[in-house]
């Protein structure tokens, strides 16, 4: 019994490593969002959304799918670490400069489109993200797969202050302008990444670069079919901006992309969540027991989807307040909120029921799950957009999840069966879309919170066996922790 509980709170104490530092870097961009959206007009706000959907693209298929390569051979016995990490990561270096140099030649086009305006001040911080972002990728996950929870932390604080003091910095000397992300964004990942270089080469120095029987065909097998997959979701999280960009203007896109932002508030918990899960996940298959390994998942999807459901229900409540720290030309994002809110939330829990998906190299499935889901959100986005801009955007974003969670999660327990207990977490969603819609239709947000609390409390007495098990988990701990503290 002590034996589990200290396996218990070493699981916890390593998703804490991980989480401190992205709620840190959550207050951080509570502070960054106002003043990004005081300092951009709306349109101007719009480009900068489009920038990020832009050099997401040019990523996935640089990337090669090798990223999850590396997160699936990195356990594996008798790999070399350091000879696995340059397999990977050489490929997309060729690949991205390929890609940077076709973006070049057509720039007048692409950047016409995204930003209605072109120069060298636009295609260098472009062609320079997505180069440093490659890099970026596979320092950072190398962190995460030796789970050194403190450093990835460290490094995220980091990079959000480097990157809210270049946006004070560059919106001194450029105004209201789109470069102004831009350019901070650009700055401030290519910083924190060369520290992340200096530390890898220091680190690996006495290591040897030597063949192993993983060869590059292999990795490439493995990755490349994750590229659709990638693709997709980079379409399932972008259609929206587009068909916004389409159908509307730059103005709505920007108000739209503002209530994206407020999501990092359960997007934080969701990086979180995906830079601790995978490499654990990946690390109980291998090495426990396959009933312990099943059991594991099913308790940890109960109290996950849980939390995620707490999230969602508290931010939508909380979104009268939460939308006055954007500015008045923002307000507007109120009525998006409700319904985006389920982007994040049903992203982390499928993070966690389709990992069985991975652990066969099916990936395949992925790519059925992704294209039923474009398709929707395709339809979606066409009927709903023009009349209802960013609110239509919304609701066709949460349709399109729950259709991609609840595909892929069949499919995903077709490849690894796990008895998900998914009664109550389907219960608590209707309950949730139920009250998504009313608050979304309200413009009386003390009402909405009124009715939101209600549902919120049904909610919990629904999950009351849950909410005792991680009640207990917590004091139990801050028990020990206690105990520790007057022994020492």
């Not at 990444?193 to 490439?220: P, S, W």
């Not at 993070?351 to 652990?359: A, C, L, P, S």
């Not at 327990?413 to 977490?425: D, E, I």
Request: charged share 15%; proline share 3%; net charge positive.
């Amino acid at each position: 019994m002590e034996k589990a509980q200290d396996k218990k709170e070493s699981l916890f104490s390593s998703f804490i490593k991980y989480f401190y530092g992205n709620f840190v870097v959550l207050l951080l961009g509570l502070v960054q969002l106002p003043l990004t959206t005081r300092v951009l007009r709306t349109e101007e706000y719009g480009k900068t959304t489009m920038f990020i959907t832009a050099v997401s693209v040019i990523y996935i298929f640089a990337i090669l799918g090798l990223d999850q390569a590396y997160i699936r051979f990195f356990y594996k016995e008798g790999i070399n670490r350091k000879t696995l990490f340059f397999q990977c990561l050489i490929p997309p270096f060729v690949l991205i400069i390929i890609l940077s140099f076709v973006y070049v030649l057509f720039a007048p086009f692409f950047n016409a489109f995204l930003f209605g305006e072109n120069g060298l001040s636009i295609i260098i911080p472009v062609v320079a993200y997505t180069v440093i972002s490659v890099f970026e990728r596979f320092l950072f996950l190398n962190i995460r797969m030796e789970q050194n929870g403190v450093l990835y932390s460290n490094l995220n604080i980091l990079s959000k202050v480097l990157n809210v003091s270049f946006i004070i910095l560059f919106a001194y000397l450029l105004g209201s302008n789109f470069r102004v992300v831009m350019y901070a964004m650009t700055l401030s990942l290519g910083t924190v990444t060369l520290i992340c270089a200096v530390r890898y080469l220091f680190i690996t120095r006495k290591e040897k670069v030597t063949r192993h029987e993983t060869d590059e065909k292999e990795l490439l097998k493995y990755g490349i079919p994750f590229i659709p997959m990638l693709l997709m979701e980079w379409l399932l999280s972008s259609m929206d901006k587009w068909s916004i960009k389409i159908f509307n203007d730059f103005s709505e896109t920007g108000i739209y992309g503002s209530a994206m932002q407020i999501m990092t508030i359960i997007l934080t918990v969701k990086i979180t969540f995906v830079a601790f899960w995978s490499p654990v996940a990946m690390e109980k298959y291998e090495s426990r027991p396959d009933d312990e390994c099943k059991a594991f998942f099913a308790d940890m999807f109960d109290k996950v989807q849980f939390l995620c459901i707490c999230a969602a229900f508290l931010l939508t409540i909380l979104r009268g307040v939460i939308v006055l720290i954007l500015g008045k030309d923002y307000r507007e994002a109120i009525s998006i909120i409700p319904f985006l809110t389920l982007m994040p939330v049903l992203s982390i829990m499928f993070e966690m029921t389709g990992q069985g998906v991975k652990f066969t190299g099916k990936i395949k499935y992925f790519n059925y799950a992704s294209f039923a889901a474009i398709v929707c959100n395709l339809i979606g986005n066409a009927l709903l957009v023009p009349r209802y801009k960013g609110v239509g955007a919304a609701l066709a974003t949460a349709v399109t999840y729950i259709v991609y969670f609840a595909i892929g999660t069949y499919y995903s327990v077709k490849c690894y069966p796990v008895k998900y207990r998914m009664k109550n977490f389907a219960v608590s969603l209707l309950l949730y879309l139920a009250y998504a819609a009313y608050a979304t239709l309200t413009d009386n947000q003390i009402i909405s919170a009124a009715v939101g609390t209600v549902v919120f409390v049904v909610c919990c007495i629904m999950n009351i066996n849950t909410l005792k098990a991680l009640w207990k988990y917590a004091t139990d701990l801050l028990g020990r922790v206690i105990k520790g503290r007057l022994r020492g």
